[in-house]
């Protein structure tokens, strides 16, 4: 199953697992991280459109440990609507959206993948 808010990179690595998802700047899935007891790494910061509330984070995790990160990152959603972000899922979704058709028309008009 897909989900909007997170996503998997697919690379290669032998230790471990890039990922990235959507959050505040106030970094509200680190408590989910802590309650799972995992340790995330944090890549370069965070990038955000100017004038979004929401914030892409690029992390990486042992591969042993996706299992617990995949875990916290499924509550986000919920503790987000708990939090007063009422718009989370829907800004999600239409960047999961605009992401796939970006993607979609990479691999149509030149045939290389993005």
């Known amino acids: 199953m897909e989900h909007p808010w997170y ?7 032998l230790f471990t697992v890039r990922f990235a ?9 680190d408590r989910l991280f802590i309650n799972q007891k995992v ?3 944090f890549k370069d910061g965070d990038m955000v459109k100017c004038g979004e509330r929401y914030v892409l984070t690029i992390a ?5 440990d996706l299992n ?4 916290a990152l499924e509550h986000l959603p919920a503790t987000m609507l708990i939090l007063g972000y009422n718009d ?3 800004f999600c979704e239409k960047m ?4 796939n058709s970006v993607r979609k028309e990479g691999l149509t008009s030149n045939g290389s993948n993005i």
Do not use: L
């Open 7 to 13: 996503f998997i990179f697919t690379d290669k690595r």
């Open 21 to 29: 998802y959507w959050d505040v700047k106030e970094h509200v899935a």
């Open 39 to 41: 340790t995330v790494n």
């Open 60 to 64: 990486k995790c042992k591969k042993r």
């Open 68 to 71: 617990s990160v995949t875990t």
């Open 88 to 90: 989370y899922e829907s």
């Open 96 to 99: 999961y959206d605009d992401i």
